[in-house]
């Protein structure tokens, strides 16, 4: 399997909702990554696990939570979110964060609206 | 931290010229440099990338040059198809960080 997976496709929730997003990778990658992307603008990272250990927060709001509960799956926990929230969730995967493992794959997203 | 810049924001050829999207960036510690390319409503999708042991790397009609003293890299697509129409993004990441830094993207339209 050489693909980074993401569920759901498409969320739409309340802002007092919590709903999460899941991220799965079967090719031994040791780094998962989760971004925001608004429309026409580039990826911003929010969050990066390296080992399963949060090694990055970008200064992310607490309605977000990500969890690595194995080296194979990734979350993103959502609650009380703003209308400002939606936008692409995309998850990444890496063999490593370092040393000639870095390349990033991405997975195909989420399209989250936030009403 | 790294900061890339990518120009241009908008980018027109005709099918079959060349088109040419240029970076820079910031740190000279930077050493691993990747493009992507997104088709509306896809994922971002490597295509190609070069580590600053080397100069140049080709893949079919892509190709990348790195020039390390200037701090700039470019992406480079002979032949231009149709299916080339995407939006592009370089990035960049220096070794002791985690994280890549992307540039803000080039709208390539590919003219019939």
């Known amino acids: 399997d050489t693909e980074v997976t993401q569920t759901p496709k498409h969320l739409v929730m309340g802002m007092t909702n919590k709903k999460s997003l899941k991220c799965e990778q079967h090719?031994?990658?040791?780094?998962m990554y989760w971004y925001k992307q608004k429309a026409k603008k580039p990826p911003e990272l929010m969050f990066v696990y390296s080992y399963e250990k949060l090694s990055i927060n970008e200064s992310v709001p607490s309605r977000f939570s990500p969890e690595c509960p194995n080296s194979s799956l990734l979350n993103l926990h959502l609650h009380a979110l703003q209308p400002e929230d939606s936008a692409l969730y995309l998850c990444?995967?890496?063999?490593?964060?370092f040393g000639g493992g870095e390349t990033q794959y991405f997975g195909p997203g989420t399209r989250l609206l936030v009403l | 931290g790294e900061n890339v810049e990518q120009h241009p924001s908008t980018l027109s050829v005709q099918e079959g010229d060349s088109a040419v999207i240029k970076c820079t960036y910031s740190?000279?510690?930077?050493?691993?440099f990747p493009w992507y390319k997104q088709e509306l409503g896809k994922r971002p999708q490597l295509i190609i990338d070069i580590r600053s042991n080397v100069g140049e790397k080709k893949d079919q009609r892509i190709a990348v040059t790195l020039n390390k003293t200037a701090k700039h890299f470019s992406l480079h697509i002979t032949e231009t198809q149709p299916e080339d129409s995407a939006v592009y993004f370089c990035a960049a990441r220096a070794n002791r960080d985690d994280k890549i830094i992307f540039g803000k993207g080039t709208r390539l339209h590919i003219l019939p």
């Open positions: 740190d000279s510690a930077s050493n691993y």
């Open positions: 090719m031994g990658h040791r780094a």
């Open positions: 990444a995967s890496s063999q490593d964060s």
